[in-house]
């Protein structure tokens, strides 16, 4: 007790002379400054800790959880509600819900029917093929999915990412049943990629496209498609099937002649017609019919005006004849082997990694919405599933549309259902209306595309990436001008390449900090930050804040050894008490590897030299075993290891004060 | 003040019921209970953050700092200093020095002659190239260079990798010429890489190739090497130019009529010499000079042997006749334009960068030892330019020797003038002694070579990772099969690949875990790790280990969001106080991006949709700030955020207290 009470007295002279304060006094003979032990954790073997690792990496939601301390038929009827959730909403089903649900299917299939036929037309694919896409995936996506607001179809991206990647390869007007292979083969693959993903529980890996880069992403793909938009807008025949901004605009005033005023003058009207109701929903949410509604009223109007002008609008360009009937099987049109073969899988995964993004982004929006989870693996699993199905039934890419399904959501949509709905409205169209598209001007749609995409350039994200965060902004530029300038999967991936980029810099580069005590209190914070902060006589308190890794291990120790410096130079021209004491607190150094110790114990021999003692506070669980295991914890000794600074500090000013005092 | 006791009370009965402590009592009339509150960094712009930023990652060692309050002359002198180190060390050389400089000079020369041949031999160059490389570059080391203890040379590493990317596109044997001035154009290259990564300040780029990756590497490498020396040593005359396992042990058999055994009698006799001398040597560091002159010795000894049998040692392969002279000018032989110019450059950025890593971090090793400091980016640039100079004078890529570094600090060296000792021994020998190699059998070469690059193994360090990191030992196998199966640059690749995976996996699956209060203090701790850590009732106290990134930023909203699920389940079976607070602590999340704010945002609104009050305890410097320039702060109030877990818990106790009583 004699140690301990000296301790005390040392505390109140080095730590808290300037402030002061008592230390806790407790009620259960804990003695006055106990020094707590750092714990290693409780001991594993390599097996259980893998295990422990694969589960958080692969099984991190825990998805069996329901299954625990189930009986077996309750198992199985789970298990059947797990992979089919139509078992989990279906029972309790009824005509209540069944309203909400036919409005908003009918709207959503309004909006479906003009869009499935523009975006076909955004990846050179007949525009039939468009409703196909609006047909099938949606019935099987009610089956499997889990999110009940997911408005199901062709979208913009992943069409126009198709697009692009097949038709710079091939060609669609002189090609067009090896492009339509090609397209239905890329569409297999997606699925396959997605469903994988999705079984394998990697769906981790589309979280590393950013949210900066999305924005960048999605920007530069809507300035080039609404460039490429110019074709139809103006009439055009010849056109360029390249995607970069070069070619693209040449294109345009290379062959001027071509453009079509009676086109330019209708396209230009219903132009604005859209932006406009688009412009007033957006301004106000209770008129999500205004813009729900225009496209099929403009598709309906600007085909009632050329029906009727036939004669006179020789310039404008039709859709001309739809086949009747339901999707083809295309099963015999998957191009499985061949030299175009690696272009179909390239462009499947890209397509198929961008749908995946969108819907699962989607999905979780509108179920956070609604206070209900999405499970993101199943998710990919019906996605995937989706578009293997709908590969084989003449369907292009699909996925949860983000227009759709916050018009779906806005109009009320309860379940799934909505998607049956619209999927029973487009089977209608397919089987009977046909022949009304048939004087539907193309300008027409190229302006719903335009409208479309227009909304994908979020200019205010990008505004807030750069107050936020300069290299997330960074990766937003570089995914909009490689997509721009260069090529969609490159833009892609120098975005994804900038990002992981950053996350390297972090841990190659982290900070580190001088410490001081919060007078009053035993809490250490950065000098830096909080100025009421103060200095430790004889103790340098660093913090690090990553892991100490092999790729800043190096680093770190010039880093440490600097600070180390400067606050010698400081102390010598301030005349105050010389550095004894180098505390590092690992708080937050989450994990340490092979280098990382290496260089613990390196500086720790470094500073013995120089006669500094080297104290790590409060490392954590891995970090104290990791240290354990390789016996770099021996050379630290009893006094080299705290849970806490504040502890170090008392306790290692008492040591000093009972070695002053033995001579005596 | 009522307020202040009201917290009191409520913190002794929720977060201390179970072991009790009273709080802190101050003596400056501050409040019993003084909620800090959490502070911004001080304001910058931010350029003047971008330029902090970059002086972090560029000049972390902050290398002017010398120059700091000097005269104009001073600093002029500095940086003559900076520049050339001869000048810091030169003035201040006396005999005194000058004596175990000689001696160390001459041992490491005894190894770096037969060396110099046997590395040359192993990078398929003529043996002449290893002398000539012994003698350049050491020269302008010693008056670039900041080790004192370095010996420059050639080395195992770099030669084989040189001789593995070349030989494998052009033959030494059919075009000696071509092949030569690939070689000497890589080195230009590699100089260039090299001196540029120093002049840059891109030196972290080598702390990439993490130690495990290099234990593999080397040890896959040494194996090659070893067996491809097999030609040598059986006597064989065709073999296989290719470096993987497979096609160089069916060579060995291929043509097993080529071995001749009057060549694997001597090989075997002296490759038991040399290893022995080795053994002997690595178990008495006193013996050091036994290992050092062993290859001279064997050379003398074999040379003698077979000029004596000359007539009837007929199978045994000798080097033959070797110029006398000086290095002759290679400028003319450097290929800077064709088709071979790529295989160049990118041998002589592999080569060059293996060769750094080996000539920094033997540097490094021995300054640590005599407590000096070597400056990373500044012997990139010496090693570097070192390599623009032997390019130019007929040396290959030669780098700081670690066999031959440490034979020179134990033989005595203190300063590079070991080096200029060493370099003067060699150009005797260039110039007198060229004759007396005549004789000297390749067989010993191989013996010499199979001696150094057997020490490379370090099967000790590798189960040293495996013990303390499995995800270390994964890459360090990586890179040991990689080299052995594929090919030297992908097994490399493979394996950095493999540390990156590492560090993004920590990002993407972090750590995290419910805290708990140890009693008598005001510590939270893992209460995995410590057994006597208590819950507090009410709340859920979780620590994040990581920075909230695009990467992680789903997985943690999950991680979180299941953490709640499981406590509130083992709530309901124990019937225990319902949460209705959670904390986070954020002391271990270094860093925060967009998407990351996005997560916390919408994570408090989850909560408060289930009435559960989100608080954030602890969080960073530059994550406070970057949560408060998105605004995402003003939805946590007041009681949002505290400077650390204990305050937060008592003052949100005291407060739910307060509003308890206010009805009363």
């Known amino acids: 007790m004699v140690l301990s009470s000296n301790r005390v007295e040392d505390l109140s002279t080095h730590a808290c002379n300037e402030e002061g304060f008592e230390l806790p006094i407790s009620n259960h003979d804990v003695p006055p400054l106990e020094v707590h032990r750092v714990c290693l954790p409780p001991h594993k073997t390599t097996l259980e800790k893998l295990r422990q690792r694969l589960l958080e990496v692969f099984f991190p939601d825990d998805p069996l959880h329901k299954f625990k301390n189930q009986t077996c038929l309750m198992k199985l009827y789970l298990g059947l509600q797990f992979f089919f959730p139509v078992f989990e909403w279906g029972p309790q089903y009824n005509l209540k819900l069944l309203r909400p649900d036919i409005i908003s299917g009918l709207t959503i299939a309004s909006l479906a029917i003009p869009q499935g036929i523009s975006y076909a037309k955004l990846a050179n694919l007949p525009p039939i093929v468009g409703l196909y896409s609006s047909f099938v995936p949606p019935l099987i996506y009610s089956v499997l999915g889990s999110s009940r607001h997911l408005a199901v179809g062709p979208v913009s991206i992943a069409s126009l990412v198709m697009g692009t990647m097949l038709s710079e390869v091939v060609s669609y007007t002189e090609q067009p049943i090896l492009y339509l292979q090609l397209a239905f083969t890329a569409t297999l693959f997606a699925g396959v990629f997605q469903a994988s993903l999705g079984f394998f529980r990697l769906g981790f890996i589309i979280d590393f496209l950013s949210k900066a880069t999305l924005v960048g992403f999605m920007a530069g793909a809507a300035v080039i498609v609404s460039l490429q938009q110019l074709k139809g807008l103006l009439g055009m025949v010849h056109f360029t099937s390249k995607m970069q901004i070069v070619p693209v605009l040449s294109s345009v005033f290379q062959h001027k002649d071509e453009w079509s005023w009676q086109t330019i003058v209708m396209g230009m009207c219903f132009l604005a017609f859209l932006l406009t109701t688009r412009q007033i929903s957006t301004r106000n949410p209770k008129f999500f019919w205004l813009s729900a509604a225009s496209p099929l009223a403009s598709v309906v109007l600007s085909t009632l005006v050329v029906a009727c002008l036939k004669s006179k609008a020789h310039g404008i360009q039709t859709i001309g004849h739809l086949p009747k009937g339901l999707n083809p099987p295309s099963m015999n049109m998957l191009y499985l082997s061949g030299p175009y073969l690696p272009l179909a899988i390239k462009t499947g995964i890209v397509s198929g990694i961008l749908a995946l993004t969108e819907g699962i982004a989607v999905g979780r929006t509108f179920a956070a919405l609604k206070n209900y989870q999405v499970d993101g693996n199943k998710e990919m699993m019906a996605i995937g599933l989706m578009n293997m199905a709908g590969s084989c039934s003449s369907c292009y890419v699909t996925t949860g549309s983000f227009s759709r399904s916050a018009v779906n959501y806005n109009a009320g949509a309860q379940t799934v259902v909505s998607n049956i709905i619209m999927a029973t409205a487009v089977l209608i169209t397919l089987l009977f209306l046909m022949p009304l598209f048939y004087y539907t001007p193309i300008v027409i749609l190229a302006a719903i595309i335009i409208t479309a995409v227009i909304g994908l350039i979020d200019y205010q994200a990008a505004l ?201």
Chains 1, 2 share one sequence.
């Open 464 to 664: 807030r990436l750069w107050k936020v965060d300069k290299l997330d902004f960074l990766a937003c530029l570089c995914s909009f001008f490689g997509v721009l300038f260069i090529s969609v999967p490159l833009g892609l991936a120098i975005a994804v390449g900038v990002s992981v980029f950053k996350i390297l810099l972090h841990v190659t580069r982290p900070n580190t900090g001088v410490l001081g005590n919060i007078p009053g209190t035993q809490v250490y914070q950065n000098m830096n930050r909080y100025r009421t902060a103060v200095r430790i006589p004889s103790f340098l308190i660093l913090a690090v804040e990553a892991p100490f890794y092999f790729a800043n291990s190096t680093y770190l120790q010039e880093r440490i050894l600097r600070w180390i410096r400067e606050e010698e130079e400081r102390i010598e021209a301030n005349q105050e008490t010389a550095i004894k004491c180098v505390i590092i607190d690992m708080t937050a150094v989450s994990s340490i590897d092979s280098s990382g110790i290496d260089t613990i114990c390196e500086l720790r021999k470094t500073l013995d030299k120089r006669s500094l003692k080297l104290v790590l506070a409060n490392p954590g669980g891995n970090v104290t075993e990791k240290l354990h295991e390789s016996n770099a914890l021996e050379g630290f000794g009893l006094n080299g290891i705290y849970l806490t600074v504040s502890e170090a500090v008392a306790d290692i000013s008492s040591l000093w004060k009972t070695e002053t005092e033995l001579p005596i």
